[in-house]
């Protein structure tokens, strides 16, 4: 057989921030970006993430036929109205009374190929199976002589569906994405690359994509490798692009040419930009105004108020200290240096006199007993109400300043510092929020040394510190990392260094607490498993009554 002659073919990657549900919105931004990449980079065709039309994840929008006929309507718009380009868009698809997760190829009015999805994760954040039924066969379609094959997603995280693509002819794979974030998630992708590229020795065009939806934020950092497993080309990270990739064939082998390549982030920094991303697409596609946050002046809070300012800008912030009799001065003191090198609106409600009106009415029931830890949510909750109220009145969204360790142990106080619309630390270790501030404060001084330095309080009691009631940060969080993201059981820790009595406690407590989680504010995902869609535990159960033993 001859070999296939040599060429030249340029093909656009459409890394977009779509709105779940917008069908007719994310539909014209295809329009758009299709002619941009047409007109302004010259490319052949164009790819965009999976399930496009309809944005990712769409939960059960899949269940209602009206979405799978505004989406049908979509794609006949997009082949009767879009030109001189060929597109690669994913889409749901009904036929035969089945849903697939699916990919079509359109050129110039026509269908040339669609593709349906054959691995449906079922883990983690993902429950595709409730949805959508698996495809069974390859799709390799000809962009300008070039013959392409189309996955989606999982497909290249398992083996088959490439290679049986390279069987079918395909010369190259397009791989549209839509692949959540977690702390090394893109060093992840590239090893799932590189396996299948050993199997099939063909380029991967890696297509994924950006924004935030609900707790999930999406990073994008699309990238190409070539047929050796080096990745030739990487778009930026948390943001939209519309780049150009050249693949060449030369001999009768395709390898693409090498392209811009966005640098790799730190752990800190990717973390801090998803957060932003979280907040900025949760506020903005929900149409909040803006956003109010209560400034304890502690080290979550202030991190909390520089994402938000970083995500909204300092005029749609509104910062708010409520001092207790328990509050420091220099508490009060930090949060108001924290607004004021932010540039955003702050105000000073101290709580003292609807406390005591609290108190002042309980009284009597609660005469003869003891102030405990009663007494202290009262003052968590009198907060809440003064930063719901501003929310109500100015239709700010609050944004609560809780942190993964707190909530995984119920260091944390339902409808007080929980109550609010969106958690932007939910999914963030107390040690990691240091980290984030040193971070942040990298980039420009604005959280002050001091609440970086100070020991962690709730300040809801005379001399009150964190350290009171649970074990040290640097203890604690390593202890829920190995119980709630790895499932490690009591005797694996302790087996890994950490004490028995310690380790107990803080399982205890993480078990206890799983009725406030379920009650907390969505927040960023952040981790590999976080609280939430990748942690689902019951709230009444007996598994843990015979922790003493080995489990």
């Not at 260094?497 to 960023?524: C, H, I, L, S, W």
Request: glycine share 10%; proline share 7%; charged share 25%.
């Amino acid at each position: 057989m001859a070999e296939a002659p040599d060429l030249r073919i340029r093909i656009a990657i459409a890394q977009v921030d779509l709105l779940v549900g917008d069908i007719e919105g994310n539909c014209q931004r295809v329009i758009d970006e299709a002619g941009r990449a047409r007109d302004e980079l010259g490319a052949a065709a164009v790819v965009f993430p999976e399930l496009t039309l309809c944005g990712y994840p769409p939960e059960d929008l899949l269940l209602r036929p009206a979405l799978h006929e505004r989406v049908e309507r979509a794609l006949e718009r997009l082949r009767r109205e879009v030109r001189g380009i060929t597109l690669v868009v994913g889409h749901p698809h009904r036929e035969h009374n089945l849903t697939f997760n699916s990919a079509s190829v359109l050129h110039d009015g026509h269908t040339l190929g669609r593709y349906h999805k054959r691995h449906l994760p079922n883990y983690g954040v993902f429950d595709e199976k409730r949805y959508f039924s698996p495809g069974d066969r390859p799709c390799v379609v000809e962009l300008g002589g070039l013959r392409v094959g189309i996955t989606i997603c999982e497909d290249v995280w398992n083996p088959g569906p490439v290679c049986q693509a390279v069987e079918a002819g395909a010369e190259a794979i397009l791989n549209l994405n839509a692949s959540p974030f977690h702390l090394d998630k893109g060093r992840e992708r590239e090893r799932a690359l590189e396996d299948r590229i050993r199997e099939a020795a063909v380029p991967i065009v890696y297509v994924n994509l950006v924004g935030g939806q609900d707790e999930l934020v999406f990073d994008g950092e699309s990238f190409v490798m070539d047929g050796d497993g080096r990745v030739t080309q990487r778009a930026p990270a948390f943001l939209e692009a519309l780049l150009p990739v050249e693949l060449s064939r030369i001999g009768g082998r395709v390898q693409p040419l090498p392209g811009a390549m966005a640098p790799v982030l730190s752990e800190e920094e990717s973390a801090y930009r998803a957060l932003v991303l979280g907040v900025r697409d949760y506020v903005e596609k929900n149409g909040f105004p803006g956003a109010v946050i209560g400034l304890s002046g502690g080290i979550d809070s202030a991190l909390t108020l520089a994402v938000a300012v970083d995500a909204l800008g300092a005029e749609r912030v509104v910062g708010v200290s409520m001092p207790s009799r328990y509050t420091a001065k220099i508490s009060i003191e930090d949060a108001r240096i924290e607004a004021e090198r932010f540039g955003c609106e702050f105000h000073i409600l101290p709580i003292e006199p609807p406390f005591q009106a609290f108190l002042d009415t309980l009284s009597g029931l609660f005469a003869g007993l003891p102030a405990d830890t009663t007494e202290e949510n009262i003052q968590a909750r009198c907060r809440g109400i003064l930063l719901m109220a501003i929310s109500n009145k100015r239709g700010h969204i609050v944004l609560t300043t809780g942190n993964k360790s707190e909530m995984a142990v119920g260091y944390a106080t339902l409808y007080g510092d929980m109550a609010g619309g969106f958690g932007v630390l939910k999914d963030v270790p107390k040690t990691l929020v240091y980290r984030l501030v040193e971070y942040r404060n990298s980039v420009s001084r604005v959280i002050p040394q001091r609440v970086v330095e100070r020991p962690p309080s709730a300040e809801l009691a005379p001399d009150q510190r964190d350290e009171d009631a649970l074990p040290p940060y640097a203890v604690l969080d390593p202890i829920l990392e190995r119980y709630v993201e790895r499932d490690q059981c009591v005797e694996e820790i302790v087996a890994a260094g950490f004490d028995r009595e310690t380790v107990m406690k803080v399982v205890t407590m993480v078990d206890r607490n799983e009725y406030k989680r379920r009650q907390a504010p969505p927040g960023v995902r952040i981790t590999s498993r976080a609280f939430g869609r990748d942690r689902r535990y019951p709230i009444t159960n007996g598994f843990g009554r015979h922790r003493g033993r080995p489990e």
